[in-house]
């Protein structure tokens, strides 16, 4: 079929992966706050399906994507930035496996391999890259950290299904490349140039790797809260205050896939909180976090709302602009 017959299958955002891990964080987070708060285990499971249907609809609409419009796909994956979103399909496989692990715990271990394979493999693939085709310091951005950090995320399930050696070997895979990359890109991001208007919202990933981190290190250690993951969280609440205090600025920004990155990290550190709730109970923890998770579920249902709205008008389906630095001033 000729590209110009399905012009919004051809610029399909590949970020729009973000969507299932956005919805699957949320539905774990409410898993938690079923044990913390004693709240229904319903919203969970709903959005956990949720999660489910819309990470199969996307893959399925990416894939007829790649038989009509290979080249568009192509170009996606040769992005700098862009590339860096097709981590987010492994990563919601992961969260996918954690929804299953209570309902069925043999499909929930094959689908947590498969993600971790196809993880390791994306990872090999981006730091290829970034050894043998150096790239400019503008494309230092947080998306970035999706494929070289996901791996924290994966002993949060593999340690429950008794990946227990292999879930510490991907944690330290993970955490070592946080260490190496998140300072080269803070430098980049603080030293400038200033970031594009439309990728400052992926800031919020920041706040994913020391928050699932400290979700990981409670699992490896048997399930309990401790001393590091106290910190890890810590370090987690800095960040997300941080971004709080620049949220006027941010929110301004028109509406675009890239806002998916608030989600998964939001999420994330709202199911932190809780575990760690639970751990070391205090009488404000009930109305703190139930606020908390309204504000975050809130914000991600509005989220998938403005998602739907784009989709609808078409807006969703439009050509990328190049991401960079903008253009020299001509001579005069």
Do not use: C
């Not at 069925?104 to 993600?115: I, K, M, Q, S, Y």
């Not at 991907?170 to 946080?178: E, K, M, S, Y």
Request: aromatic content about 8%.
């Amino acid at each position: 079929m000729p590209e110009s017959h399905s012009p919004r299958l051809q610029h399909l955002p590949l970020p729009l992966f973000a969507a299932p891990m956005g919805l699957g964080g949320l539905g774990l987070a409410w898993r938690e706050a079923a044990i913390t708060l004693h709240l229904p285990d319903t919203v969970s499971e709903a959005l956990l399906a949720l999660a489910g249907l819309a990470w199969l609809l996307i893959a399925l609409a990416h894939l007829l994507r790649a038989w009509r419009h290979p080249q568009a796909l192509a170009d996606d994956l040769r992005h700098p930035i862009r590339s860096a979103f097709a981590a987010a399909i492994t990563v919601g496989l992961m969260i996918l496996s954690g929804g299953l692990l209570p309902h069925a715990p043999t499909a929930a271990a094959w689908l947590w391999l498969l993600a971790v394979v196809l993880h390791l493999a994306l990872a090999v693939w981006i730091v290829n890259g970034l050894l043998s085709r150096p790239r400019e310091v503008t494309t230092l951005l947080p998306p970035l950290l999706i494929p070289l950090v996901g791996n924290i995320l994966a002993p949060v399930f593999g340690a429950k299904l008794g990946f227990e050696i292999l879930s510490w070997m991907l944690f330290g895979i993970g955490a070592l490349l946080w260490v190496l990359i998140q300072p080269t890109m803070l430098s980049r991001i603080i030293s400038g140039p200033q970031l594009p208007e439309r990728m400052r919202p992926t800031l919020a990933i920041l706040v994913a790797p020391p928050a699932v981190g400290s979700l990981s290190l409670a699992a490896l250690n048997g399930g309990s809260f401790g001393h590091a993951s106290i910190a890890l969280l810590g370090f987690a609440l800095l960040i997300a205050a941080t971004l709080l205090s620049m949220a006027r600025g941010l929110f301004g920004i028109p509406f675009t896939v890239a806002w998916w990155a608030w989600t998964f990290p939001s999420a994330a550190l709202t199911a932190a909180a809780l575990k760690a709730a639970h751990e070391y109970p205090a009488i404000w923890h009930a109305p703190a976090l139930g606020l908390m998770l309204a504000a975050v579920s809130l914000l991600i249902l509005g989220i998938l709302a403005m998602t739907l709205q784009a989709a609808i008008s078409g807006a969703l389906f439009q050509p990328e602009p190049a991401a960079g630095p903008p253009p020299a001033p001509a001579a005069k």
